[in-house]
């Protein structure tokens, strides 16, 4: 059996430990966990799976699922993850609707417009990258900071739109569209060196 094949049958064998033992859904496993490796030996051997965000942790040993309630000194799955880990396929399509909106009501603001070439130039994938600055999250925070000192009405109706004041939250919103714009512009770049010259 191919090592893909073998990661699937420990997927499939973990969805259904942890919506057996925990009420998880399947579909959240497959979207948020992934496969770090194996630990122990003989009847002590155990796999080792983690969420990609948060780092929490489950051990599967046969077909029984274990949450590593703590790692290290940390503590992880809280109950508000593990309620996370239980939505629904419709909760789920709702949180993916919602950051969609999110991100398309960004990528049409006049503060994304306006500020879209300062923003990407942060990027080394851009093809407009300034060697030197500072990284994407620290030069949109900087930005959201400055405009705010000036009481920018651009910023002022986006914040309202978001229902948020936080710079750091507002950061990781502007930066959202960033990823689909560089992804348009390095396929128009590659596109365009396909092309034959006369």
Same mark, same amino acid.
């Given at each position: 059996?191919?090592?893909?094949?073998?990661?699937?049958?420990?997927? %499939?064998?973990?969805?259904?430990?942890?919506?057996?033992?925990?009420?998880?859904?399947?579909?959240?496993?497959?979207?948020?966990?992934?496969? !770090?490796?194996?630990?122990?030996?003989? /009847? %002590?051997? =155990?796999? =080792?799976?983690?969420?990609?965000?948060?780092?929490?942790?489950? !051990?599967?040993?046969?077909?029984?699922?274990t949450?590593?309630?703590?790692?290290?000194?940390?503590?992880?799955w809280?109950?508000?993850e593990?309620?996370?880990?239980? @939505?629904? %396929?419709? @909760?789920?399509?709702? /949180?993916?609707?919602? /950051?969609?909106?999110? !991100?398309?009501?960004?990528?049409?603001?006049?503060?994304?417009?306006?500020?879209?070439a300062?923003?990407?130039?942060?990027? /080394?994938?851009?093809?407009?990258? =300034? !060697?030197g600055?500072?990284?994407?999250?620290?030069?949109?925070?900087?930005?959201? @900071?400055?405009?705010?000192? %000036?009481?920018?009405?651009?910023?002022a109706?986006?914040?309202?739109?978001?229902?948020?004041?936080?710079?750091?939250?507002?950061?990781h919103?502007?930066?959202?569209?960033?990823?689909?714009?560089? @992804?348009a512009l390095q396929?128009?770049v590659?596109?365009?060196?396909n092309?034959?010259?006369?």
């Amino acid at each position: 059996m191919s090592a893909a094949a073998k990661t699937n049958e420990l997927f %499939d064998l973990l969805r259904a430990a942890c919506a057996r033992q925990f009420r998880f859904n399947p579909r959240r496993i497959t979207a948020s966990i992934r496969y !770090v490796g194996k630990e122990g030996h003989g /009847k %002590d051997l =155990v796999h =080792v799976f983690r969420d990609a965000g948060t780092h929490s942790q489950i !051990v599967l040993q046969g077909t029984f699922a274990t949450l590593r309630v703590t790692h290290g000194d940390k503590p992880h799955w809280s109950e508000a993850e593990q309620e996370h880990y239980r @939505e629904s %396929d419709a @909760e789920m399509d709702a /949180k993916i609707a919602a /950051k969609q909106a999110e !991100v398309e009501f960004t990528r049409r603001s006049p503060l994304y417009l306006t500020h879209r070439a300062e923003l990407l130039s942060h990027y /080394k994938t851009s093809p407009t990258y =300034v !060697v030197g600055g500072a990284n994407p999250r620290e030069a949109a925070k900087a930005l959201i @900071e400055t405009l705010a000192a %000036d009481n920018d009405a651009q910023l002022a109706s986006f914040a309202e739109h978001m229902q948020s004041n936080d710079p750091e939250h507002l950061a990781h919103l502007l930066l959202a569209p960033c990823h689909f714009d560089l @992804e348009a512009l390095q396929e128009t770049v590659s596109g365009n060196a396909n092309l034959p010259t006369q």
